[in-house]
């Protein structure tokens, strides 16, 4: 967003004490703002200039004079006007800044004109339509409030001028009266222009309130989508587009009797397998926080490899990395991309050479088959594959050479003789390949079209231009990483929202939405959509009450001089002033006691106050016409007596018109009424309006012309410029006797056309302000599943250190933990249960059966006891493997013993008993017979994050090798622990059976013991111990890793291993 010029902001500090208190302090949003109302209140100018043509219509229907063709020459120029104005103003927006001018002019010349000619038995002829003219040029012109004032103060000063132009015009002496009915003009105007200032004011916080609602609600929206996008970023890195997908759209369902498996058959896939030799030689001399970084780097660059290469990474497995070509998108060139990312592996290995100074090298084996792709469990996902090619894949690797692509015949066969190869002999060098009778070969140099060869072998003619070129691909991908969040800095982000705010409120039309979403009426379609925005919330509750406060003064002085001084209606107006004083103070009273509560006052009560208010003013307002019709029944009865003397004369009301003009300002202030909608607007204003003429239906001779009082245009001689047909004259002359009820009528129409315009306003704030939250929940319900599904492929602790920064992560996640659990647990009798048979769909009834295994693995960690301390790591196949003690905000002290600081490792050991009392009952319903291996250590551990673009959560260390172990080198149905573990649960009553010296790799000789039970009160708890004592070392290419081991867990033969 733009920074505010200092010399601008010089300029417009001498408009500071000139702008309104409620102004923003954000000049941006004022701009903003300004811009939006403008555009919301130029949509008022068509409906003013409508109500100038209405204005037109009452001048022709009363013309007021008897120059009859001037009237309606002048009726037909402001239509015209009125009329050219709209067209013009609709066609042409870049005139509307100037129009808003122009017709403001036009409507209240028209006005002033036409009053101007026109007679009465008072000088206060369209004084009601000037005190609605006021009202709505207040109400909803779009400009400063400034202008709004000087304009308001022109058009209260030009119609006292226009009534003394005619006062001195038409006598030669000014009436006596004639200062206090410009009083009481000056009074009535004085408080439509309140009213209509009140109501631009109740407007402009109605308005800012929604702007900054709305504008919150949007910053809110973007805060969640920004967070949703990283989540969304981070999922997708991890899981295949489809199967992100599926998960999302499954969370929330109600569980079946069988977990859902996301798991699909592919065929004729590329399978990966890549190992960095000599890596176990490296890891002595670096910590274990340097080899993650180093690995991870590393496989960053493996990453961008794979991204160049349409690879899709499956896991990472300690120092080994593998993936596929061909799923699960479908390619024809799957092999030959495979072979490409090899070779590309093998020269990024130079990397680490360089970094490390230590002869390391990779080693690559490829097979194409068929593989069963997806995920398994419920927690802590990794999307991986599974079949017996994929486990060809892996002895294709371990049977290789460093610094070779070794691939087999079947790859081979899709190559399309793109690269020379050589014999690899490989099944001389891993049995499983033998007796799967597959030849190997070794990858030469690649074969460009036309018969021309480029060598990528060993050789350095070439070497050094196309490993820049391959290494130019390999660039840091820290800027890239789907962990780093989107750094969008303070100034972007507001730059975003106001884009957004301008786009939702400026660039919106809103009155197609608007028409698109309420009836005719103006109503709601939508279910309870109307009642929601009944009880909406009021930003100025109190403001309903106001206008008869606004307009009492102009009623009190009408009472100086308008009509006599009568006991009656000093009654009248005592009673207007207790009604309106002491309906007020209740409604105040009521208003704070709902405010002390914290409660709002109810929608009914708005309504009643508000209705029972304007309709005392107005009984009140009537009166005072009853009680003086009285009076010239009374003074027409005397003149029929012939008392021409009587004292009743002095009785007679001398001005009551402008108690009409009061009926026309009480019209505008029915529209404050809250909880109307636009029928009972309609039978309010008509009700209102109606009443007036109810004096005159009592009492015909308040409309009868008075010789001593009238100056009535169409009686000889008073006014005789022009002749016209009689019987027209006739027609005229009984309409202008009934001017002032025929004017209230038509502003009932003119007031319904204004009500019409601020209703829309206020639906659509409402309309926009409900599309927000709407839009906002969406957003955050999708936030909400994707944080379920990335905290299912990174522990919530870590994944919220990513999510929840606002800064680049220029080092991924790294943790060093000193007290840590760990635990294996495989299935090493199911090898004899998968198949591939047609019967087992391929394999695929047997991965579901092991998913279902597996998830109710998942299910114990929701388990409050198992919860808090541990998470699962990851399976491998049908090996899971779980730790305890990583949790960050776990606080040990010095002081405490080892029963507070290992409290996790048993719990780790009462977890690995719950898993075989799972699998006991699993076993029991599924009629199989399988059994749990298990090994548990302790000890300190590195945990991390590796990978910037596919991230992969893994923990490292001798721990984590040696739990390993355990599991590898126990025996089925029994839990295998290191001699210091042992002594550690035996604190916390668990009792051993020393197994003996037992071989592991990297560690020597080390005694080891199987959990036998816990004592329970005395009680001794068995744990279940199988009959066959399984010893099943790791494959060649599953070794572990020194200190950095990932020490995948299974047996050698198991034919899903990768």
């Known amino acids: ?409 079947v790859t081979l066969s899709f190559l399309n003789d793109e690269f020379e190869v050589e014999p690899a002999y490989g099944e001389k060098r891993e049995e499983m390949l033998r007796q799967a009778g597959i030849k190997t070969y070794f990858i030469v140099r690649q074969l460009k079209p036309g018969g021309e060869e480029r060598n990528i072998g060993e050789g350095e003619a070439g070497e050094c231009g196309e490993e820049a070129d391959a290494l130019s691909d390999l660039k840091d991908d820290d800027e890239e990483s789907v962990l780093s969040p989107l750094d969008e800095g303070k100034n972007n982000e507001e730059a975003k929202i106001y884009n957004m705010l301008k786009e939702e409120l400026v660039n919106r039309d809103d009155d197609k939405e608007l028409a698109d979403a309420t009836t005719l009426c103006l109503t709601f379609k939508e279910n309870g959509a109307e009642d929601a925005f009944k009880h909406r919330s009021d930003p100025c509750p109190l403001a309903g009450v106001l206008p008869p406060l606004l307009l009492l003064p102009a009623h009190l002085a009408l009472a100086v001089f308008a009509v006599p001084p009568a006991a009656p209606l000093h009654g009248v107006y005592l009673a207007l002033l207790v009604e309106t004083a002491f309906l007020n103070i209740v409604y105040y009273a009521c208003y704070r006691y709902t405010s002390y509560k914290k409660k709002t006052v109810t929608p009914v009560w708005k309504l009643i106050c508000g209705t029972f208010n304007i309709s005392m003013f107005v009984a009140a307002n009537i009166a005072p016409l009853i009680i003086c019709g009285s009076y010239e029944r009374m003074l027409a009865a005397d003149e029929v007596r012939g008392h021409a003397h009587s004292p009743t004369r002095a009785l007679r009301c001398i001005h009551p018109s402008y108690y009409y003009h009061v009926g026309a300002g009480a019209l505008c202030g029915a529209l404050w009424v809250w909880g109307v909608g636009g029928a009972g607007r309609l039978l309010l204003l008509a009700a209102l309006a109606a009443a007036h003429a109810v004096p005159a239906l009592m009492h015909p001779a308040l409309l009868t012309t008075r010789d001593t009082l009238d100056r009535d245009p169409y009686r000889l001689p008073y006014n005789a410029t022009a002749d016209a047909d009689e019987e027209l004259l006739y027609v005229i002359a009984t309409l202008h006797t009934r001017r002032h009820i025929i004017m209230l009528l038509v502003i009932v129409i003119t007031l319904l056309i204004y009500d019409r315009y601020s209703s829309g306003l206020e639906r659509a704030a409402h309309s926009r302000s409900g599309r927000m939250r709407v839009q906002a929940e969406q957003a955050l319900e999708l936030r909400r599943r994707n944080q379920a599904l990335v905290h299912n492929v990174l522990p919530p602790h870590v994944a919220t250190h990513f999510m929840g920064a606002r800064h680049r992560h220029r080092h991924l996640y790294s943790q060093s933990y000193a007290e840590v659990g760990v635990l294996f647990a495989s299935m090493p009798n199911f090898t004899e249960f998968y198949s591939e048979e047609t019967v087992n769909n391929q394999g695929l009834e047997c991965l579901r059966f092991l998913n279902e295994v597996i998830s109710d693995f998942d299910l114990l960690l929701e388990d409050a006891k198992f919860s808090k301390d541990i998470i699962k790591i990851k399976t491998i196949s049908s090996t899971y493997m779980a730790a305890s003690g990583l949790n960050p905000t776990r606080q ?167």
Request: net charge neutral; glycine share 6%; charged share 20%.
């Open 892 to 1058: 040990m002290q010095p002081s405490d013993g080892t029963l507070v600081r290992w409290a996790h490792l048993a719990r780790l050991v009462e977890f690995a008993l719950e898993l075989q009392r799972v699998l006991a009952a699993i076993n029991e319903q599924s009629f199989n017979h399988f059994v749990l291996r298990m090994g548990v250590n302790h000890g300190p551990i590195t945990a991390g994050v590796i990978g910037a673009m596919k991230p992969h959560y893994d923990i490292w260390g001798n721990t984590v090798n040696v739990a390993s172990r355990m599991e590898s080198t126990g025996k089925a149905g029994c839990i295998q622990v290191t001699e210091e573990t042992c002594h550690i649960l035996e604190q916390f009553g668990y009792y051993f059976e020393q197994r003996g010296l037992v071989a592991v790799k990297g560690k020597g000789q080390l005694m080891t013991y199987y959990l036998q039970g816990r004592h329970d009160d005395g009680a001794p708890h068995f744990a279940d111990t199988g009959s066959n004592d399984v010893n099943i070392d790791m494959a060649p290419g599953e070794q572990a890793l020194g200190t950095t081991g990932d020490a995948p867990a299974a047996d050698a033969s198991h034919p899903l291993l990768p």
């Open 1 to 409: 967003m733009e920074k505010s010029d200092p010399e601008q902001s010089l300029k417009c500090s001498c408009w500071v004490c000139l702008l309104p208190p409620w102004r923003f302090s954000d000049q941006s949003d004022e701009k903003l703002y300004l811009a939006y109302s403008t555009q919301q209140r130029q949509r008022a100018v068509l409906r003013l200039l409508g109500v100038g043509v209405l204005l037109q219509i009452f001048a022709a229907l009363v013309p007021g004079e008897r120059d009859l063709l001037f009237a309606y020459t002048s009726v037909a120029v402001g239509l015209m006007v009125n009329l050219l104005l709209a067209v013009v103003y609709a066609l042409i927006r870049r005139a509307r800044l100037a129009l808003n001018h122009i017709a403001w002019v036009a409507l209240w010349a028209q006005l002033l004109v036409s009053a101007s000619r026109r007679l009465g038995d008072s000088y206060n002829e369209l004084l009601g339509w000037a005190v609605v003219l006021q009202y709505c040029t207040l109400a909803t012109l779009p400009f400063h409030c400034m202008t709004l004032i000087f304009y308001s103060s022109v058009s209260f000063v030009a119609y006292l001028l226009v009534q003394y132009y005619n006062a001195v015009t038409t006598e030669s002496k000014l009436a006596d009266d004639f200062y206090l009915q410009q009083i009481a003009n000056a009074c009535l105007l004085l408080g439509a222009t309140l009213l209509g200032g009140t109501a631009y004011a109740v407007s402009e916080k109605q308005q800012r309130s929604s702007f900054q609602e709305t504008k919150g609600s949007l910053r809110d929206k973007l805060t969640i989508e920004q967070q949703s996008k990283e989540q969304e970023r981070l999922l997708l890195s991890v899981l295949p587009e489809h199967v992100a997908v599926q998960m999302r759209s499954d969370l929330g369902l109600i569980d079946t009797q069988f977990k859902k498996i996301y798991m699909s058959r592919h065929e004729n896939v590329s399978i990966l397998y890549a190992d960095i030799v000599g890596f176990t030689a490296i890891s002595s001399t670096y910590s274990a926080q340097d080899l993650v970084a180093i690995l991870n780097e590393l496989f960053a660059r493996f990453d961008r490899l794979a991204e160049k290469y349409q690879q899709l990474r499956i896991k990472i497995l300690g120092d080994c990395y593998y993936c596929i070509s061909g799923a699960p998108v479908e390619r024809p060139d799957h092999a030959v991309l495979c072979v490409l990312m090899g070779l590309s592996m093998v020269k990024a290995i130079k990397y680490v050479q360089k970094t490390t100074n230590s002869p390391v090298d990779m080693r690559v084996g490829i097979h194409t088959g068929a593989v069963l792709a997806g995920v398994l469990g419920q927690r802590q996902w990794q999307f991986d594959v599974y079949s017996r090619d994929v486990e060809l894949a892996n002895k294709m690797e371990s049977s290789g050479m460093a610094g070779r692509v070794h691939v087999s015949e």
